[in-house]
């Protein structure tokens, strides 16, 4: 009888060691996600004040590359500014700027 009752104690602490493990693992991602999310917004707005110019022109700018429209920038632009959402194309020209300025 008390090695059943051992045994089940057992295996409640290893479901409970395997949520708090899962638990660990979803708070480390949500902190990397948001530690890279603040990245991409930090390197926009740094870009934007080295080079004394707007947010809006450096989506300008990373459109270029790519001939997008008028329309579909202002499109992003207005989307970045409710939500923050930088758009791929500009996160990659931000990127560049900053890890080789001349590439750009």
């Not at 395997?18 to 991602?29: A, C, D, E, G, K």
């Not at 949500?30 to 080079?51: G, H, M, P, Q, S």
């Not at 996160?91 to 890890?99: A, E, S």
């Amino acid at each position: 009888m008390f090695d059943s009752v051992f045994f089940e104690l057992k295996m409640v602490v290893l479901v409970l060691l395997v949520i708090i493990y899962n638990i660990f693992l979803v708070y480390v991602n949500r902190r990397e996600v948001v530690k890279k999310y603040t990245c991409d917004l930090d390197l926009l707005c740094n870009i934007a004040r080295i080079r004394s110019c707007s947010e809006y022109e450096i989506f300008v700018m990373a459109a270029e590359a790519w001939l997008f429209s008028k329309r579909k920038i202002e499109n992003d632009f207005k989307e970045y500014l409710l939500s923050q959402h930088i758009p791929q194309y500009v996160k990659d020209f931000v990127r560049k700027m900053t890890f080789q300025p001349d590439a750009a």
